[in-house]
Nanobody, 124 residues
Framework: QVQLVESGGGLVQAGGSLRLSCAASERAFSSYTIGWFRQAPGKEREFVASISSSGGITSYKDFARGRFTISRDNAKNTVYLQMNTLKPEDTAVYYC?????????????????WGQGTQVTVSS
């Protein structure tokens, strides 16, 4: 089982960009589907985007499509979430999660391994 560590969160003005990273040290990382989820204060955690183990298939929630891009570099055991044109409503703790099946997944219960999260704050 892999251990996931997120980084790249921070404070940014509306319209700005951030790139989040999800990294693991275990070689098995390359066989995992990786998803990004977020949880805003007082709200339930929601799906943002996911990428299959090969990187060939991606899926996005409607609010992320066109603004966010998920990608992976299996040689570096890292998945990225590039977030552009950020809005105040994107403010949340962002979590990456791993699904060992390697096939595309979007449902929280499909993901068995979770990182600790990284805070993203977008000011207006």
């Amino acid at each position: 089982q892999v251990q996931l560590v997120e980084s790249g969160g921070g404070l940014v003005q509306a319209g700005g960009s951030l790139r989040l990273s999800c990294a693991a040290s275990e070689r098995a990382f390359s066989s995992y589907t990786i998803g990004w989820f977020r949880q805003a204060p007082g709200k339930e955690r929601e799906f943002v985007a996911s990428i299959s183990s090969s990187g060939g298939i991606t899926s996005y929630k409607d609010f992320a499509r066109g603004r966010f891009t998920i990608s992976r570099d299996n040689a570096k055991n890292t998945v990225y979430l590039q977030m552009n044109t950020l809005k105040p409503e994107d403010t949340a703790v962002y979590y990456c999660a791993g699904d060992p099946t390697g096939t595309i997944a979007t449902i929280e219960s499909d993901f068995h391994v979770w990182g600790q999260g990284t805070q993203v704050t977008v000011s207006s």
